[in-house]
């Protein structure tokens, strides 16, 4: 399994990025999908998450600014990230969580995309 991420780059503040995540592969069942984030001296840390059935969760940090879905392939996440601040500079990492054939927990990370927001 694979996970390909994108969609990173420079943005101003207030300014608003579009990350994309492709997963591919042998997948039997997908449990969830995350964007986590690691800034540079910092722990990666969960941003936001989408479960099989459509539901989602956000760290407080983004809650507001970003927007996390699923594409009808249900192997592509995206964050929609609007109203970007400079602490949001970091690089972003694609987790898939997944379930094989035998019933076996099976997680999954990209690599990651650069986000930088400055002025």
């Known amino acids: 399994v694979q996970l390909q991420a994108s969609g990173g780059g420079l943005a101003q503040p207030g300014g608003s990025l579009r990350l994309f995540c492709a997963a591919s592969?042998?997948?039997?069942?997908?449990?969830?999908m995350y964007w986590y984030r690691q800034a540079p001296g910092k722990q990666r840390e969960l941003v936001a998450g989408?479960?099989?059935?459509?539901?989602?969760m956000y760290s407080d940090s983004v809650k507001g600014r970003f927007t996390i879905s699923r594409a009808n392939a249900k192997n592509t996440v995206f964050l929609q990230m609007n109203n970007l601040k400079p602490e949001d500079t970091a690089v972003y990492y694609c987790?898939?969580?997944?379930?094989?054939?035998?019933?076996?927990?099976?997680?999954?990370w990209g690599k990651g995309t650069q986000v930088t927001v400055s002025s």
């Open positions: 592969g042998s997948i039997f069942s997908i449990n969830a």
């Open positions: 987790n898939l969580d997944t379930v094989n054939e035998l019933g076996y927990g099976m997680n999954y």
């Open positions: 989408i479960i099989s059935g459509g539901n989602t």
